[in-house]
C-alpha cells in the first residue's frame, strides 16, 4: 500500500481544483463506499427499466444482516460537483443532460421525457452523480488500504462526451484520472472490465493514452457492438451466446493474470458487473451465482498476489437476485483473507464517534436509513 501523498496543483496537465472527495477517510472506516442516494426510487418509473434501481441498498441490508459493516463503519459517498465532473466531461455534455429527451435516452427510461428537469435531476442523476463520487472516493482509498469497493458505480458506457445503457457520467475514467492527477506514484493503471456488455466508455476515453491498459471480456453479441472503441482493447475476450462456469472462469484467470503480466499497474479498477449471471434479460451469458463469486475471487487473489490494489465497482446486473449475489462476493472476499477489517482493530473509538467520522457527507448523512 501506498503512501498518499498529493500532487502539486503545478503538476500535469491542469491545476487540480479543490473537492471534497479526497477527503482523508478515518482508519476506523472499511473501505466500502455507499450512500442511500443512490438508490432511484421515483414513482414507479424506475421499474420501466430492467435495471433493479435499489439493487444497491440491498447489498448493504445483506452485509449489515451478516454484521460484516454497520452504519458506522463504511464510508458515506459524496455527490461529484459540477467542477469534479469536468475533470472528464465537457460543459457542452453535461448542459445536454439538462434536457429531460437526452436523460430519458441514456437512461432507457422514456417517460423521464415528460418530466422537468428539475425533478430528473433530484430523482435519477443526483443519485448517478451520488455513485460517481463514490467511485472516484474509493480510488483514492484503494490506494491508501490496498482496496476499496464502492457499492454502486461502474458506468463504462459513458464517456467525456456521451452517455448510454443506463450510465450517464464517466466514473471509471473519472477515477483514474484524479489519481494521475493528485496522488503520487499513480501513472498506470489496468481496467479489468468484466461486466457482460463492452466498456466503450472507458475506452473511448482512454484510446490513446499509453498510461492504461484496458481488458474486456463480453458478450460479442449485444450492445453496444462499439467498433472504434474496441481499437483501446489491450486484451479483448469475446464471449459467446450462453458461455457458462467452466470456460468463463477459466478466461477470466487466464486473462486476468496475462493482463497483469504483461504491465503491472499502480492500481486496477475492476468492473465487476453481475449481468453475467444466467437468465439476466441483457446480458446472455449463463454464469451461476457462485461463478460469480468466484470470478470476484479470482481478480482480486491476482492483485493482492502482486500487491496492486484495487478499487471494484459493481455495474450491470439487472435481475433481482444480483444484490445478493455482490453481498455473497463481497463476503467471500472477506472470509478468503482478500478484504478485511484490519483498519477496525485496535482504534478503541466509540461507535458514535466513527459514525460520525466515516460519514464525510454534510449533516443528516449517516446510514439511518437504506
Given amino acids: 500500500m501506498k503512501n498518499m501523498s498529493h500532487k502539486d496543483d503545478s503538476e500535469g496537465k491542469r491545476s487540480s481544483h479543490h473537492t471534497e ?5 478515518p482508519r476506523t472506516c472499511l473501505p466500502i463506499v455507499y450512500h442511500p442516494d443512490y438508490n432511484i426510487t421515483f414513482m414507479g418509473l424506475e421499474k420501466l427499466h430492467p435495471f433493479d434501481a435499489g439493487k444497491w441498498g440491498k447489498v448493504i441490508c ?11 463503519n463504511i464510508v458515506g459517498a459524496l455527490e461529484a460537483t459540477e467542477e469534479d465532473l469536468l475533470v472528464v466531461h465537457t460543459k457542452h455534455y453535461l448542459n445536454r443532460l439538462k434536457w429531460s429527451l437526452v436523460v430519458a435516452t441514456i437512461t432507457e427510461i422514456p417517460p423521464l421525457l415528460f418530466l422537468p428537469n428539475f425533478l430528473v435531476q433530484r430523482k435519477v442523476l ?5 455513485q460517481t463520487g463514490g467511485t472516484i472516493m474509493a ?5 491508501e488500504r490496498g482496496w476499496a469497493i464502492n457499492v454502486g458505480g461502474g458506468f463504462h458506457h459513458c464517456s467525456s462526451d456521451r452517455g448510454g445503457g443506463f450510465c450517464a457520467y464517466a466514473d471509471i475514467t473519472l477515477a483514474i484520472k484524479f489519481l494521475f492527477e493528485r496522488v503520487e506514484g499513480i501513472s498506470r493503471a489496468t481496467i479489468i472490465d468484466l461486466d457482460a456488455h463492452q466498456g466503450n466508455g472507458h475506452e473511448r476515453d482512454f484510446m490513446d493514452d499509453r498510461r492504461v491498459f484496458i481488458m474486456d471480456m463480453y458478450n460479442r453479441y449485444i450492445y453496444p457492438g462499439d467498433g472504434y472503441a474496441k481499437r483501446a482493447i489491450k486484451r479483448k475476450v469475446e464471449l459467446d451466446w450462453g458461455t457458462e462456469d467452466s470456460e468463463y472462469l477459466q478466461k477470466v ?3 486476468s493474470e496475462g493482463a497483469l503480466n504483461e504491465v503491472r499497474p499502480d492500481i486496477i479498477v475492476y468492473n465487476a458487473g453481475t449481468d453475467i449471471l444466467d437468465g439476466d434479460p441483457l446480458g446472455g451469458l449463463s454464469i451461476s451465482p457462485q461463478g460469480i463469486v468466484k470470478r470476484d475471487e479470482i481478480v ?15 455495474s450491470g446486473g439487472y435481475q433481482k437476485k444480483t444484490a445478493r449475489i455482490i453481498a455473497d462476493s463481497i463476503l467471500n472476499l472477506h472470509q478468503q483473507g482478500l478484504i478485511g477489517a484490519e483498519a477496525l482493530e485496535g482504534e478503541g473509538s466509540s461507535s458514535l464517534v466513527t459514525s460520525m467520522m466515516c460519514s464525510s457527507g454534510p449533516a443528516g448523512s449517516t446510514f439511518t436509513a437504506v
Fill in 126 to 130: 443526483k443519485p448517478l452523480r451520488t
Fill in 139 to 143: 480510488g483514492k482509498l484503494a490506494v
Fill in 62 to 72: 445483506f452485509l449489515k444482516e451478516e454484521h460484516f459493516i454497520n452504519d458506522g
Fill in 253 to 255: 484467470e487466464l486473462h
Fill in 300 to 314: 482480486f487473489r491476482a492483485a493482492r498476489r502482486r500487491g496492486i490494489p484495487i478499487l471494484m465497482v459493481t
Fill in 21 to 25: 472527495l479526497y477527503a482523508s477517510v
